[in-house]
Antibody, heavy 130, light 114 residues
Framework: EVQLLESGGGSVQPGGSLRLSCAGS??????????MNWVRKVPGKGLEWVAG????????YYRDSVRGRFIISRDNSQNMLYMQMDGLRVDDTAVYFC?????????????????????WGQGTLVTVSS | DIVMTQSPDSLAVSLGERATINCNSS????????????LAWYQQKLGRPPKLLFY???TRESGVPDRFIGSGSRTDFTLTISSLQPEDVAVYYC??????????FGGGTRVEVK
């Protein structure tokens, strides 16, 4: 069973920084084989994909509102996913989830990443307020 | 970005009755080269992380009861709960992954017991 455990949330003032971590574990779960993501639940609103990273860490993607402020990274030797969050704003307040993508969709010689989320952590709350 | 619109925002259904949630996308999610719709559904109960229910619009995730049915194609999709149970009270979200990695979610539909 795949297990994802986030940590690092907290309360900060606007302009502050936080570093979120996500530890992956489970039988037959080879962390390095999967793309990983951060998805957030904004209070009173819905879900928002925030950032994603390819299995090797070479490819990184961000939603427009966080690009240049957040950095996603991973350490496959430790089964860890991270997100460095700088320049935090009030509208970044949310519960942040670590979420695992399924295996890539491969047909013939081509493989395509699938960006839906099969496994989720319990979430960590980030509150940005003055 | 592809905009996902869900309706209704909330609904109250009697136990054992049918609940229907609609999801519309601003562009087609159908990829003709593999005949698949890039649409997923999630259930989120209060205080819990989201849970994947369906992908490819109608492929049920392992362990999801068969009273949950995903249907639709291209821009119009539906999640049906054929016989509402108390444990189905939750917020349900659709999500497009056609525009991977820039995926987007619908606004959510809250399902309650009448």
């Amino acid at each position: 069973e795949v297990q994802l455990l986030e940590s690092g949330g907290g309360s900060v003032q606007p302009g502050g920084s936080l570093r979120l971590s996500c530890a992956g574990s489970g039988f037959f779960f080879f962390f390095q084989d999967f793309d990983m993501n951060w998805v957030r639940k904004v209070p009173g609103k819905g879900l928002e994909w925030v950032a994603g990273i390819g299995s090797t860490g070479d490819s990184k993607y961000y939603r427009d509102s966080v690009r240049g402020r957040f950095i996603i990274s991973r350490d496959n030797s430790q089964n860890m996913l991270y997100m460095q969050m700088d320049g935090l704003r009030v509208d970044d307040t949310a519960v942040y989830f670590c979420a695992k993508s399924p295996p890539a969709d491969c047909t013939g010689h081509s493989c395509y990443a699938l960006q839906f989320f099969q496994h989720w952590g319990q979430g960590t709350l980030v509150t940005v307020s003055s | 970005d592809i905009v996902m619109t869900q309706s209704p925002d909330s609904l109250a259904v009697s136990l054992g009755e049918r609940a229907t949630i609609n999801c519309n996308s601003s562009q087609s999610l159908f990829y003709s080269s593999n005949n698949k719709n890039y649409l997923a559904w999630y259930q989120q109960k209060l205080g819990r992380p989201p849970k994947l229910l369906f992908y490819w619009a109608s492929t049920r995730e392992s362990g999801v009861p068969d009273r949950f049915i995903g249907s639709g194609s291209r821009t119009d999709f539906t999640l049906t709960i054929s016989s509402l149970q108390p444990e189905d009270v939750a917020v349900y979200y659709c999500q497009q992954y056609f525009a991977t990695p820039h995926v987007t979610f619908g606004g959510g539909t809250r399902v309650e017991v009448k």
